[in-house]
C-alpha cells in the first residue's frame, strides 16, 4: 500500500505526523508493504510548516500514476485575523500552486483514495473540487465549508466513498486509523490502537443506513426571508446599477450589481467579470437589504450580504464561514 502525505508552505505539523506514524505502525503488523511518503507537488524540498517556522523534508514529487492513498492536511496559522499568517489566507495561497492542478487530477483517478485532515477538506472545497460532497473540516471551518456547497457532516471522520475527510486537527490518528482498517483490515488497526494507547473516537459517518429524521433547526437567512416583507419601500431608494467592491481577505471582488423592483417585488443580479448570478433570498428590512449569492474569485463560495443605501452611495458586508466579515463599499453608476 503506497501513502502519499501531502507538505505545502503553512501546513499544519501534527496533520502530518500523527497520521505518517500510524501509517508506519500498521506496516510493522501487516504482511503488506506499506510505504509512506513525505512529497509535494513541486518535488524534493524542505517545506515550512506553519508551526513555528518548523520544516520537513518533502522526499519526492506527488505521484499520480502510484495506486494508494493521498493524504492532504491543513494550515496552522492565526485564527483571530485575517493577515498573511491565517489559515484561511494560507489555504488560498496552497491552492494557487501547482498542488491545485495535481489535486484536481487526484481526485478523478479511482485508484487513488484522498483523505484529508481538518482543514485539507477547505483546500479541496475552495478550489470548488467538493461541490455536492460531503465532508467535515475543523468546526471552527464548517461554515466556510458550507459557503462551497459542501454538504458539511458535524462527525469525527466522514467516508464519502472515494473521499475520506477529518475534522479538528487530532483526528488525523482517527482518519488514519480508519484508513488502515478499511485497507488492511480491522484487526491490524487494533493492534495500531493497541501500540499507541489510543481508541478511535466517535462514529464513522457514511451515506448508508436509515436516515434520521430532519431536524426543525432553521437557516438563519431563511427565517429571516420567511418572516420579512419582499415587498420595496418607494422612500428607500436601492434601485439602479451599482459599481461595489468586497474586501476579502484572499482578494477584493470587483462585482457590478442590478436592483430593481418589478410589481412591488425586489429582484437583482451580479456580474463579476464574464459571469452573471442571480441574487437569492433578497430581503428588505427598512434601509438595508439582504441576499445570498455565489462568486467563482478569488474561490467558489456561497456568500451572505447585509448592506445600506445612503443616496448613491453603498456599504455594508459579506460573510462566509470563517472567513472574516469582507467590507463593501460602491456606488450608484445609473
Given at each position: ?59 519526492g514529487k506527488i505521484d499520480l500514476s502510484s ?268
Amino acid at each position: 500500500m503506497n501513502v502519499q502525505i501531502v507538505l505545502f508552505d503553512g501546513f499544519d505539523l501534527l496533520d502530518v505526523i500523527a497520521p505518517y506514524e500510524v501509517f508506519n505502525a500498521a506496516g510493522m503488523y501487516s504482511n503488506e508493504d506499506i510505504i509512506v511518503k513525505l512529497v509535494s507537488a513541486e518535488g524534493e524540498r524542505m517545506v515550512m510548516s506553519g508551526v513555528n517556522q518548523l520544516q520537513l523534508q518533502a522526499s519526492g514529487k506527488i505521484d499520480l500514476s502510484s495506486k494508494g492513498i493521498i493524504l492532504v492536511p491543513g494550515a496552522s496559522g492565526s485564527v483571530d485575523d485575517n493577515g498573511p499568517d491565517s489559515i484561511p489566507v494560507r489555504i488560498k495561497q496552497a491552492t494557487e500552486t501547482e498542488l491545485s492542478n495535481v489535486l484536481k487530477e487526484a481526485i478523478r483517478k479511482p485508484d487513488i483514495l484522498l483523505s484529508t485532515v481538518c482543514g485539507g477538506s477547505l483546500l479541496l472545497a475552495m478550489d470548488g473540487l467538493l461541490e455536492g460532497r460531503h465532508a467535515v473540516t475543523h468546526h471552527l471551518g464548517m461554515g466556510l465549508l458550507q459557503a462551497t456547497n459542501t454538504f458539511p457532516v458535524h462527525a469525527r471522520v466522514v467516508d464519502d466513498g472515494d473521499l475520506i475527510t477529518g475534522g479538528v486537527v487530532t483526528s488525523g490518528l482517527d482518519v488514519a486509523l480508519y484508513l488502515v482498517e478499511r485497507e488492511l483490515g480491522p484487526r491490524i488497526a487494533h493492534a495500531v490502537e493497541k501500540l499507541f494507547e489510543y481508541e478511535r473516537r466517535g462514529t464513522v459517518w457514511k451515506a448508508e443506513g436509515n436516515a434520521p429524521k430532519e431536524s426543525k433547526h432553521e437557516n438563519p437567512m431563511e427565517a429571516t426571508s420567511s418572516r420579512s416583507s419582499n415587498q420595496t419601500d418607494k422612500s428607500f431608494n436601492f434601485q439602479g446599477k451599482w459599481e461595489t467592491t468586497i474586501s476579502t481577505p484572499i482578494g477584493d471582488l470587483s462585482v457590478l450589481l442590478n436592483l430593481s423592483s418589478e410589481d412591488g417585488r425586489i429582484a437583482g443580479i451580479a456580474k463579476q467579470g464574464e459571469d452573471i448570478v442571480t441574487l437569492n433570498n433578497i430581503v428588505q428590512e427598512g434601509n438595508q437589504l439582504k441576499w445570498s449569492m455565489k462568486v467563482k474569485k478569488p474561490i467558489r463560495l456561497s456568500l451572505k450580504f447585509i448592506v445600506s443605501v445612503d443616496g448613491n452611495s453603498m456599504y455594508g458586508e459579506a460573510k462566509a464561514g470563517m472567513l472574516p466579515s469582507s467590507k463593501l463599499i460602491g456606488h450608484r453608476i445609473s
